[in-house]
């Protein structure tokens, strides 16, 4: 592999992907770019159907459900074919509208096809059932999205009290942890999965999609979709968040609606003073390039085929000081300050990458990066994204952080330039910049599905050749 050419590459990160904008006002992180009116969900692991294991990518969701005035706009856009005279849509000046005082409801009355093609043109889809019954009932297994505490009707519109929706996010003590609104109550919602009553049992334990096809239940003639939460009318069982319902693609009734979902990924980039600006410039590079692997404009991917595009790979740049230099004296302004950093946002990344600092002996500075890298508020950085099942990578070893985190992967033994992923102690560990390419590719393939990283290889010209013909060095990256 030509590195020279590939490390040029990787210094020219295309705006936009990174974070760059002011951070929320209730946050120090960064705020990403098109995710307006969504909520960042940390994945995780849980049990359904009180023995299968699951384990579910992080992900967006829309905060509320999907509203008439969202749908309408939808339809303005040169989706008239989506409209359906039962809707509560009309039409005013030659555009579709919401009916008088309903703007605001969750929009209803609409089939599993029709909420599928307004999530494709917003840019998102419908969640799966797994992400759905994650946000809902979270790794604390809350029996409703609130919590444990019985369904009242300040938190929920159910079992008919007020026999018709309101207005999206009516009811804020029925708010998840994480602030998504109507989980339980309003209108039961569409997931994207067919329906399969044994799928649990069949189902792969990382992020399952759903079956293939959907089965057609004793009696009945059609397949049906997952639908998950409770309705205005429903009783208080059919709102726990893992109580699961069907219903038929074309079904179109007043008590489904839905709201989207977008996958994503977090990386925190931990700086020190003196860091090596090539392994800074592997990870943001390689996730921004991995970000750009979509179908938007036949950019990346072409438009029409069947590979499944990368998620967006959000990354964050802490630091210890307001500009921190590299050992070549390039300055970096960080995101956001580590001291700054609550739980609450450590929380929020998958993973963790650590670029090397190099001491006086080496570059223009002194010992200051590495004496930060290994501080109290480096180390309980770095413990509490790795105790919430996270990944820690380093490059150069890094070996003082690891041991005073009680972090101990594997040791590989021979010579410094070697990489891997130990899985048990969730760490990527490398010997030098060398090999800072692949080690931040090796990271990339922890974040994402097989699949996904083929996709990421066979559509990044850039890193890897026209036809993939740069092959890496080792084969954890291949």
């Not at 334990?205 to 979709?225: F, I, T, Y």
Request: net charge neutral; charged share 25%; with cysteine.
């Amino acid at each position: 592999m030509n590195t020279t050419r590939a490390w040029l590459r990787l210094l020219c990160i295309p705006a936009g992907v990174l974070a760059v904008a002011a951070g929320a006002a209730d946050s120090p992180l960064p705020r990403w770019r098109n995710n307006d009116g969504m909520v960042f969900i940390r994945g995780g692991e849980f049990v359904r159907g009180g023995k299968f294991p699951v384990r579910v990518r992080s992900f967006y969701m829309d905060q509320r459900e999907v509203t008439t005035a969202q749908f309408c706009e939808f339809l303005n856009a040169g989706n008239a074919k989506h409209w359906n005279e039962k809707q509560e849509i009309g039409k005013r000046d030659g555009r579709f509208a919401p009916q008088a005082g309903k703007e605001r409801w969750p929009m209803r009355l609409v089939t599993w096809a029709e909420a599928s093609a307004y999530a494709a043109w917003a840019g998102k889809r419908l969640p799966t059932e797994a992400e759905w019954e994650w946000a809902a009932a979270g790794k604390e297994r809350r029996k409703f999205p609130w919590g444990n505490e019985p369904i009242t009707p300040q938190r929920a519109n159910f079992g008919g009290h007020v026999g018709h929706p309101e207005p999206v996010g009516s009811h804020p003590d029925g708010k998840t942890p994480d602030g998504l609104c109507d989980l339980s109550g309003n209108v039961a919602e569409w997931c994207g999965d067919w329906f399969d009553p044994g799928y649990y049992a069949k189902a792969p334990v990382d992020d399952p999609p759903g079956p293939a096809e959907g089965v057609v239940l004793p009696g009945q003639k059609q397949r049906r979709h997952v639908r998950r939460g409770g309705c205005y009318a429903m009783e208080p069982a059919d709102q726990e968040s893992a109580a699961r319902g069907s219903s038929v693609e074309d079904y179109r009734v007043g008590c489904v609606g839905f709201r989207c979902a977008r996958p994503a990924r977090r990386l925190l980039v931990l700086l020190g003073e003196n860091f090596e600006a090539i392994e800074f410039a592997a990870f943001t590079g390689v996730m921004s390039w991995a970000t750009h692997t979509k179908r938007i404009a036949d950019y990346m991917m072409p438009k029409g085929g069947s590979e499944p595009e990368v998620p967006n790979i959000e990354v964050a740049v802490a630091g210890f000081d307001a500009e921190v230099r590299s050992m070549a004296g390039i300055c970096v302004r960080p995101d956001v300050l580590v001291r700054d950093l609550k739980p609450e946002d450590m929380d929020r990344f998958d993973a963790v990458a650590i670029p090397a600092c190099v001491g006086s002996a080496r570059g223009r500075h002194n010992e200051k990066g590495q004496s930060d890298l290994t501080s109290d508020d480096a180390v309980a950085l770095v413990r509490r994204i790795h105790d919430n099942d996270g990944i820690v990578s380093l490059m150069c070893w890094g070996d003082e952080i690891l041991q005073k985190a009680k972090i101990v992967p594997e040791k590989v033994a021979g010579k410094t330039e070697q990489l891997v992923f130990d899985p048990k102690s969730r760490t990527t560990t490398c010997g030098g910049p060398g090999i800072a390419l692949e080690t931040a590719c090796l990271l990339l393939k922890q974040l994402i599905s097989d699949a996904e990283y083929r996709s990421f290889r066979r559509f990044n010209p850039w890193l890897f050749g026209a036809k993939d013909e740069f092959a890496p060095r080792f084969d954890c990256v291949r």
